[in-house]
């Protein structure tokens, strides 16, 4: 199996069509679901798109980062039938590395509690040390 990375933009709907063949779709809240994901795929610091021989997206993660200090991961996704080959630790690696080296950049998300395996494997830890402000008020559901 051949997978390519790369740094890319992805369009909102190219985004949204990945998002239905991950586990990551269903992270999302209902409310003005495509503009928010429109302003998401603009804004972030760091865009990696993994895609197989046929070019259809396999993987994406996108992060936040000052290139100096720290990396936010706020998405990270591999298609459901490519989950367990290594797409996701490299694109988590090829992030680090975009963001500054590991030297220099601490790395932080919200992970899924079934993700968070996956992460402890990569040898990131659960923290308590995190504030949250949050009074938003979401209606979750599922991008199918």
Known sequence: MNVSYREERLGADEYIDFLKRTNLGSQYPKERFKERITKLVKNVSISLVARNDDNDIVGVLFGLTDFCYWL????????????????????????????????????????????????????????????QYNKIDWTEFTVE
């Open 72 to 131: 936010y991961v706020t998405d990270l996704g591999v298609a459901r039938e490519y989950e367990g080959n290594g797409i996701g630790r490299t694109l988590m690696k090829k992030a680090h590395e975009l963001a500054g080296g590991e030297k220099d950049i601490a790395v932080y998300l919200v992970a899924n509690e079934d993700a968070i395996p996956f992460y402890e494997k990569l040898g990131m830890k659960l923290s308590d040390d995190v504030m």
